[in-house]
Structure formats: C-alpha cells, structure tokens
C-alpha cells in the first residue's frame, strides 16, 4: 500500500478465532486491510469466508463465540484492539455504523422506527430529538420511503421486508459515521428498490466523503458499489485489486470461479394440459389489512412437479398472496382451489390433511428456526405433529429428511441451528417442509440472503426434490436470475395485482409489460458503469437525484 494519508482504517495481521465444543480455533488468518476517507472496499466471498467477521472486526467486536486473537485495527489512529470498552461505545454508532442483513431480526419490536433511530444521535449529544427526528424524515425521504413523514411513526412488523432495510440504512447514517459497514444491506429487496438504495447510498458516500465497507456475495451489486474488491475464502485473502481490474481481469481461479456462477438452469417444462387440475388454483382473490386493499382479483394455477415464480417489487402482494394461500389471512373475495375443492379460507378451519399438503419455506433461516432446539427436534416435530411417529420411527424418519437435503444424520441431528451456516440452515428449512410430506411448497426467498454458490446448490437441491417428488412450487422472489434458472412460468404483480403472466420462455422475450420490462432492466450487471448508464436512460442527472426522486 502507498503512504498513509488519508488512511481511515489500517487492519494489519488480523487473526480471529472461534470457539466450538470448548476449543478455539482460527477463522481469520492474518488479513491486512487499508481503507481511506471515502472509499468503499467491498468484501466478497462465499459463505464461511469470514466477510461479516472482519466487518465487525473494524468496529473493534467480536461475535459470541468469537475473539480477536491477533493482529491492530487502527480506526483514526486509535488502536481498537487495546481500547477500553467505554471508548468503543462512544465509536461505534457515532463514527462507525453498522447496516445488518437482517433488518428484520435486528430492530426492536417493541419501539418505533423513528424512536430507534434518534437513540444513536440523542445518546452521543449529536443532535437534539428533535433535530433527529427531523433528519430522520429527511433521510426516509433520500432513501424513497414512502410518506417518509409518518413511516417512522410505525412498528417494524408494520412495514415491508424493503422499508425495514432502508429504514436501517437510514439509522446507520443518523449521526453520518466516518465509516459504515454495509452487511449485504440490498440482499432483501427487489430490484428497483435495489437501485434506489444503492443510488443512496453512493450519494451520501460522495456527499460526506465517508469510507465504507461493502459486503456482499453479489457481484454485480459490487461492481457498482466498490473502489476496490478484496476477495475472501475460508478466513484468507485470494486477492485485492481496483474494481475495473478484479472484474476484467482477475488473477486467482477462485476469483474466476466466483465470476462464473449461477450456471444452473433446468430445463422448463410445457405447459400443463387442459384437463390437468391444479394442485393449486388461487381464483380471483382480493384481500385487505384492515381498511387497506392490498389484492385485487389475483388468480393463476400451480400445476404438479412445476414452478411457478411470482415476482414484484416489495409490496406488490406477493407474500399476501401466499398469505392467503396458506389461510393465514383470509381472502374478501374469490377462493383457493387444492385439487379442484374449494378450502376453508382460514386455517384455522382447515383439517389437518389440508394443513399438511402446503407447506412453507422462509427467506430467513436465522429467525425462522428455534435457536434453543436441536436439529433433529426442529424437523421431528412436523413428523410427530402429521403422521404420529415416535421414538425409533421418528428417528428413522429425520433421518431420512436429514439424508434428502444432503447433510449426514450422525453429524447435524445433534446441533442447534447456531452450529450451521446459512446454507445448511436453509436446508433444515427445507426438510421441516418436507417433513409434512406436502404436495405443494411456497419458497420464499429462499436464496435470497445466500451466497451464489450456496444458493445454486439450494436451487439445485430444490429441483431434485420436485423431481424426485413430484412437488409444485410458488417461488417468491424479486431475483430474476433465480426465475431464469428454475421457473417454468412467471407470474408478475404490482400493487396487488397481476399485470403479467405466462411461461417462462415467452416472459423473458420482448414485448414485455412496461412493468416487466421495469423489472429485467433494473437487474444490475457487472459492469462498474451500468448503474451510471441506467440513471441516465432514465433521465436521471446524478445518483443524488436518483435517491430523491
């Protein structure tokens, strides 16, 4: 590295380490990291590479079951590793923010938004609440939140996966830090909703000159976010260059191997028959919340062993839609269809049977599984719960699930979910499903907070269960990567309704609906120069304007 002028943030030799059955042993191997006043580094790499633990390393923390065990963190010229407890406290949420992955699993349930996000600057004398809670409205507003006046003034649970993450973003930036550690800050949205945060996001970068880290096991989103790119894997460093020159250039086969992935793509199959029944068939449903209307007159059929993918923006109905399904909200018109007969609206008056055949897989494994029971427990109780297995039988057949999603019986039955990566944990998510033995599965996001080659290994898991199966599926997501290489046929919505559907082939070829076409031309590429160029097709001056639009 050049001189230090300017340098924010110098790691040298930094070594962590992790603890496992009363053993410690080493996560991070020696990592050196420089990072200057306004630039972003982004920090890719698998899941395991140890991206978030080097993240939260330069705010001078280490996880549970964690330490740092060598190597300085110098943030500013104070020296982290040897700083009292009280000086860091004073650091992080002033100087240094954190945006999480999971917006969800990490704000307050109990408080509004507008109340955790003033905490940070009141606590640190930065600005009174009042000040705060106007910049706080401010921000909402940059980050295109909508009615950003009165957003705030909402629970998290009152408020989209997308709004909660951007509602993150904007409390990370309350006190506008030195430095910023983004923690895959887009891997919930769709997206549109994706281009304006990142749009936001390097608006107030460039406007503050504020240094961040970037992580994320997108690489394209990388591309338009990062200076420079440090590849990670297993706890070491494969290489570091300037973005232009990792991606049109990179040295290391790992590297290469990273550029290549998400290959998969089965092959689609026809369309059913004309006197095929569906397994589902959603017939014209609308549903509210409260005085809200959030669907209007929704209606496509899921055919058995296919795929349908249902995409949109956040808020457009889609998990409403599954909601509804599923009997978890009840439709105010029109019905749902399994095999033809007409089922209850709610679940609660659904039989068991009913109950079994659909089956849900949730985006977030980490809040979707108990953290207190062991593997074998989180699977065993749908078992026990639908065919009345116990003891050796349950056993045999948790078993049988655990060998379905390819993890060994005799090594995962045992551990709670905090001994698995994201990976496996979505795999266990993935066999409580099963579990059922259901004939339908909604598949919620369900790659969307993994890496891209765990998640290829997921959807190629969830293709071969289908197969072998015959399993129907509705897939949830705003990534269309993932409709390409698993769909059969999409299903488009926008504010609660259908505004396109069909195979997935013809979908995919123009002319599309003006929303679709919305949707496949706000999927970044890797090319550090396309989330410029789209602005400007767009008519967009400047990224600042982007964000306040």
Same mark, same amino acid.
């Given at each position: 590295?050049?001189?230090?002028?300017?340098?924010?943030?110098?790691?040298?030799?930094?070594?962590?380490?992790?603890?496992?059955?009363?053993?410690?042993?080493?996560?991070?191997?020696?990592?050196?990291?420089?990072?200057?006043?306004?630039? *972003?580094?982004?920090?890719?790499?698998?899941?395991?590479?140890?991206?978030?633990?080097?993240?939260?390393?330069?705010?001078?923390?280490?996880?549970?079951?964690?330490?740092?065990?060598?190597?300085?963190?110098?943030?500013?010229?104070?020296?982290?590793?040897?700083?009292?407890?009280?000086?860091?406290?004073?650091?992080?949420?002033?100087?240094?923010?954190?945006?999480?992955?999971?917006?969800?699993?990490?704000?307050?349930?109990?408080?509004?938004?507008?109340? #955790?996000?003033?905490?940070?600057?009141?606590?640190?004398?930065?600005?009174?609440?009042?000040?705060?809670?106007? @910049?706080?409205?401010?921000?909402?507003? $940059?980050?295109?939140?909508?009615?950003?006046?009165?957003?705030?003034?909402?629970?998290?649970?009152?408020?989209?996966?997308?709004?909660? !993450?951007?509602?993150?973003?904007?409390?990370?930036?309350?006190?506008?830090?030195?430095?910023?550690?983004?923690?895959?800050?887009?891997?919930?949205?769709?997206?549109?909703?994706?281009?304006?945060?990142?749009?936001?996001?390097? @608006?107030?970068?460039?406007?503050?000159?504020?240094?961040?880290?970037?992580?994320?096991?997108?690489?394209?989103?990388?591309?338009?976010?990062?200076?420079?790119?440090?590849?990670?894997?297993?706890?070491?460093?494969?290489? /570091?260059?300037?973005?232009?020159?990792?991606?049109?250039?990179?040295? &290391?086969?790992?590297?290469?191997?990273?550029?290549?992935?998400?290959?998969?793509?089965?092959?689609?199959? =026809?369309?059913?028959?004309?006197? &095929?029944? =569906?397994?589902?068939?959603?017939?014209?449903?609308?549903?509210?919340?409260?005085?809200?209307?959030?669907? /209007?007159?929704?209606?496509?059929?899921?055919?058995?062993?296919?795929?349908?993918?249902?995409?949109?923006?956040?808020?457009?109905?889609?998990?409403?839609?599954?909601?509804?399904?599923?009997?978890?909200?009840?439709?105010?018109?029109?019905?749902? $269809?399994?095999?033809?007969?007409?089922?209850?609206?709610?679940?609660?008056?659904?039989?068991?049977?009913?109950?079994?055949? %659909? !089956?849900?897989?949730?985006?977030?494994?980490?809040? %979707?599984?108990? =953290?207190?029971?062991?593997?074998?427990?989180?699977?065993?109780?749908?078992?026990?719960?639908?065919?009345?297995?116990?003891?050796? @039988?349950?056993?045999?057949?948790?078993?049988?699930?655990?060998? #379905?999603?390819?993890?060994?019986?005799?090594?995962?039955?045992?551990?709670?979910?905090?001994?698995?990566?994201?990976?496996?944990?979505?795999?266990?998510?993935?066999?409580?499903?099963? %579990?059922?033995?259901?004939?339908?599965?909604?598949?919620?996001?369900?790659?969307?907070?993994?890496? !891209?080659? *765990?998640?290829?290994?997921?959807?190629?898991?969830?293709?071969r269960l289908q197969e072998d199966l015959n399993l129907a599926y509705m897939f949830i997501t705003h990534d269309l990567a993932t409709v390409?290489?698993?769909?059969?046929?999409? *299903?488009?919505?926008?504010?609660?309704?259908?505004?396109?559907?069909?195979?997935? @082939?013809?979908m995919f070829r123009p002319p599309h609906h003006e929303y679709t076409d919305l949707l496949l031309s706000s999927v970044p590429e890797m090319d550090p120069d396309w989330l410029d160029g789209l602005l400007e097709r767009r008519g967009v001056d400047n990224i600042g304007e982007a964000?306040?639009?």
């Amino acid at each position: 590295m050049s001189d230090d002028k300017g340098l924010l943030l110098k790691i040298r030799g930094l070594r962590i380490e992790g603890r496992a059955d009363e053993k410690w042993f080493e996560i991070v191997h020696g990592i050196d990291l420089d990072l200057r006043r306004g630039e *972003v580094m982004g920090l890719i790499g698998e899941s395991g590479a140890g991206k978030s633990t080097i993240g939260l390393a330069a705010m001078g923390f280490a996880r549970d079951g964690c330490r740092i065990s060598a190597g300085s963190i110098e943030f500013d010229g104070m020296e982290l590793t040897s700083s009292p407890e009280e000086d860091l406290r004073m650091l992080r949420g002033a100087r240094i923010a954190y945006v999480a992955q999971s917006a969800a699993a990490s704000f307050n349930p109990a408080h509004k938004l507008i109340d #955790q996000h003033t905490a940070a600057p009141v606590q640190h004398k930065i600005k009174t609440r009042k000040e705060s809670q106007e @910049d706080a409205m401010e921000l909402y507003r $940059r980050l295109r939140l909508p009615n950003p006046d009165e957003i705030g003034f909402r629970y998290p649970h009152q408020v989209s996966g997308g709004q909660l !993450q951007r509602a993150m973003t904007a409390m990370a930036m309350s006190c506008r830090p030195d430095l910023i550690i983004f923690d895959e800050p887009t891997t919930a949205l769709d997206v549109t909703t994706q281009i304006e945060v990142l749009a936001a996001i390097r @608006d107030i970068v460039d406007q503050f000159s504020t240094a961040a880290l970037y992580i994320t096991h997108d690489l394209a989103v990388v591309a338009q976010m990062a200076d420079r790119i440090k590849v990670l894997l297993k706890g070491d460093e494969v290489e /570091e260059a300037d973005t232009r020159s990792m991606l049109e250039a990179p040295r &290391e086969d790992y590297t290469k191997s990273l550029w290549a992935v998400r290959s998969f793509q089965r092959t689609q199959k =026809p369309p059913a028959g004309p006197g &095929e029944t =569906p397994v589902i068939s959603v017939n014209g449903i609308s549903a509210s919340y409260g005085p809200v209307k959030v669907l /209007e007159d929704v209606s496509f059929d899921i055919h058995r062993g296919r795929t349908v993918a249902v995409v949109g923006e956040s808020g457009s109905g889609k998990s409403t839609a599954a909601r509804c399904i599923t009997g978890l909200l009840p439709p105010t018109a029109g019905d749902i $269809r399994h095999n033809g007969q007409v089922l209850p609206a709610s679940f609660k008056a659904r039989s068991k049977d009913q109950l079994r055949q %659909a !089956q849900m897989i949730y985006q977030m494994a980490d809040t %979707a599984l108990n =953290p207190k029971k062991r593997i074998g427990e989180i699977i065993g109780r749908p078992v026990a719960f639908y065919r009345g297995l116990r003891g050796a @039988d349950l056993k045999k057949r948790v078993d049988e699930l655990l060998d #379905q999603i390819e993890l060994e019986p005799s090594q995962y039955y045992h551990r709670v979910p905090s001994e698995l990566s994201g990976g496996q944990k979505q795999r266990v998510g993935i066999a409580r499903a099963l %579990a059922a033995d259901p004939e339908f599965i909604i598949c919620d996001e369900v790659t969307s907070a993994l890496d !891209q080659l *765990v998640a290829e290994g997921i959807l190629k898991l969830l293709d071969r269960l289908q197969e072998d199966l015959n399993l129907a599926y509705m897939f949830i997501t705003h990534d269309l990567a993932t409709v390409r290489a698993i769909a059969d046929e999409v *299903v488009v919505m926008k504010e609660g309704r259908v505004v396109e559907a069909g195979p997935k @082939d013809e979908m995919f070829r123009p002319p599309h609906h003006e929303y679709t076409d919305l949707l496949l031309s706000s999927v970044p590429e890797m090319d550090p120069d396309w989330l410029d160029g789209l602005l400007e097709r767009r008519g967009v001056d400047n990224i600042g304007e982007a964000a306040r639009k």
